[in-house]
């Protein structure tokens, strides 16, 4: 597996434990139905990694934030935007190494440009 490959799927598994921590807090368990994402969240979450299958621009950026063209319907675009404002500052209680990660690579990112 290449650098490229490796870096797409490490951001898919983030995207996808974001998600779930958000639908976790904010979705009742009778939403979820006992799986571990409600319907509407495994829809963005499936989304998100289409998106993320589909990127040409992987090997140059960091996370999506950072990219110039935003490939998300506007709908998505707004509710991937909710979960990371929500998911973003907890992921340092519940995955404190992705949490550190992206911060190590968001301060490489800022110190390249």
């Known amino acids: ?3 490229v490959e490796k870096k797409r799927q490490r951001e898919q598994h983030v995207v996808e434990e974001m998600i779930q921590l958000y639908c976790r807090k904010n979705h009742s368990k009778e939403e979820r139905q006992g ?3 409600c319907p509407v969240c495994q829809e963005l979450s ?5 998106r993320s299958q589909k990127c040409p621009f992987m090997e140059q950026k960091t996370f999506c934030a950072n990219c110039k063209v935003h490939c998300y319907k ?3 675009r707004e509710q991937i935007c909710q979960v990371m404002r929500f998911s973003g500052p907890r992921m340092i209680l519940y995955h404190p190494f992705f949490a550190v990660w992206h911060l190590i690579c ?3 990112e800022k ?3």
């Open 46 to 50: 499936d989304y998100a990694k289409l």
């Open 1 to 3: 597996m290449n650098k």
């Open 74 to 76: 506007p709908e998505k």
């Open 111 to 113: 110190r390249n440009l």
């Open 35 to 37: 799986r571990k994402m």
């Open 106 to 108: 968001s301060k490489k």
